[in-house]
């Protein structure tokens, strides 16, 4: 089951725990500078207007640790025009949402993540998203999504409009012809990398 220049080969019979620990092993070993390289590349992706556009609303996510993309970026999607709803935890429900107002308006939440501190805006709001990025491991082209597993994105994207365009991010390596899927996984129809841009799934 081979990937897309990621050293994961062979790997037809790991479950889901195999894959995520191999995944965050290799993101851990990616230097700093390729990753400061490759949120660069990301917000060139973000504010080229082929993602999402000026007056659209774009569901997004703080990232945190290993994760591609940084805060700067939203900041300069905000810019570009773009309104930024990102996810509030509640409990084991669906996420929530609030307005992204910037960097000094985040506080920290559950999981390491780092939260609006604005009105929150309920499960629903996501409904008004013109597109919404979901944070990935790995995704791979039949628009499987592996996530760190708490199930919090499942739960969510089921709320989003039937068009809503759903697009996992993660670094070029991390786009596989093949991942272990579960019945309850909501599909991908898209991905977006660094390097190679946005990709249609499916």
Request: proline letters at 6%.
């Amino acid at each position: 089951m081979a990937g897309t220049g990621s050293d994961l080969e062979a790997t037809r019979a790991w479950t889901k725990d195999q894959w995520r620990r191999a995944l965050l092993a290799n993101r851990r070993r990616v230097p700093a500078a390729t990753r400061f390289a490759e949120a660069m590349q990301l917000t060139a992706q973000l504010t080229s207007g082929r993602v999402v556009r000026g007056g659209q609303t774009l569901c997004a996510y703080v990232p945190i640790g290993s994760e591609p993309g940084s805060v700067q970026m939203l900041d300069e999607v905000a810019d570009a025009g773009v309104r930024i709803l990102l996810p509030v935890v509640n409990g084991r429900g669906p996420l929530e949402w609030a307005w992204y107002d910037g960097r000094d308006d985040l506080r920290p939440g559950p999981y390491g993540l780092r939260e609006p501190i604005g009105e929150r805006l309920g499960e629903t709001a996501l409904r008004i998203a013109d597109v919404v990025l979901v944070p990935a491991l790995a995704v791979d082209r039949r628009g499987t999504r592996l996530g760190r597993g708490a199930g919090f994105y499942d739960r969510s994207l089921s709320i989003a409009a039937a068009d809503t365009p759903l697009v996992a991010v993660v670094r070029d390596a991390e786009l596989f012809d093949v991942l272990p899927a579960e019945g309850h996984d909501v599909t991908m129809t898209a991905v977006l990398t660094p390097g190679r841009g946005l990709l249609r799934l499916r």
